[in-house]
Nanobody
Framework: QLHLVASGGGLVQPGGSLRLSCSADGSTLRSRPVGWFRQAPGKEREFVTA????????YYADSVKGRFTISRDNAKNTMYLQMNSLKPEDTAVYYCAATTGSLASSRVADYNYWGQGTQVTVSS
């Protein structure tokens, strides 16, 4: 059973940066597509970015393209989300996820394993 733990959230000023981490235990992330999602108060969980199992293909929501970068370190069984040029509208709880499927996906329903979420607040 794969267990994911997200960390790295916090309070940052507009224009600032944060790096989120998501570590896995109980099983390996190495062969699994992974993704990051976020959920703001009163809104549905939405896709942020995904990465295929080999780390060679990335997918981004238009709202974060050019500002956020997803990556993975299979040796450490960990994935990351580097967030730059943060905006107040990026404020949300961020969730890491992994799927037993073969393809990276932007759909919440396609992911089987979820981290507990980490709060990101962008405010001056």
């Amino acid at each position: 059973q794969l267990h994911l733990v997200a960390s790295g959230g916090g309070l940052v000023q507009p224009g600032g940066s944060l790096r989120l981490s998501c570590s896995a235990d109980g099983s390996t992330l190495r062969s699994r597509p992974v993704g990051w999602f976020r959920q703001a108060p009163g809104k549905e969980r939405e896709f942020v970015t995904a990465l295929n199992w080999s780390g060679t293909r990335t997918y981004y929501a238009d709202s974060v393209k050019g500002r956020f970068t997803i990556s993975r370190d299979n040796a450490k069984n960990t994935m990351y989300l580097q967030m730059n040029s943060l905006k107040p509208e990026d404020t949300a709880v961020y969730y890491c996820a992994a799927t037993t499927g073969s393809l990276a996906s932007s759909r919440v329903a396609d992911y089987n394993y979820w981290g507990q979420g980490t709060q990101v607040t962008v405010s001056s």
